[in-house]
């Protein structure tokens, strides 16, 4: 059974930096997207980017390219999202989800990781 853990979210200062971590477990995911996503009070969930886990290949949505940037550690079967230059729009909870390559919607979802940023 497939399992991710966030963590590695908090409280930190607009300009400031975090990286989240997401344990992934339960199966080999050579052939899967994983992905992060975040959700806003009062928002839907959104995506913010992901990484092709064979290929190491990423993507980014708009609002955080140049900011973000996602990598995987491939022995310890984790994918990180390194968040850069934060600002205050980008408080929300954070999800670690999977997909497999073939797969459209996003199978496997994390319990996400609060991150706040303050002004």
């Known amino acids: 059974q497939v399992s991710l853990v966030e963590s590695g979210g908090g409280l930190v200062q607009a300009g400031g930096s975090l990286r989240l971590s997401c344990a992934a477990s339960?199966?080999?995911?050579?052939?899967?997207?994983m992905g992060w996503f975040r959700q806003a009070p009062g928002k839907e969930r959104e995506f913010a980017g992901s990484?092709?886990?064979?290929?190491?290949?990423?993507y980014y949505a708009d609002s955080v390219k140049g900011r973000f940037t996602i990598s995987r550690d491939n022995a310890n079967n984790t994918v990180y999202l390194q968040m850069d230059s934060l600002k205050p729009e980008d408080t929300a909870v954070y999800y670690c989800?999977?997909?497999?390559?073939?797969?459209?919607?996003?199978?496997?979802w994390g319990q996400g990781t609060q991150v706040t940023v303050s002004s």
């Open positions: 339960g199966r080999t995911f050579s052939n899967y997207f």
């Open positions: 989800a999977a997909r497999n390559v073939r797969e459209r919607q996003y199978q496997n």
């Open positions: 990484i092709n886990w064979s290929s190491g290949s990423t």
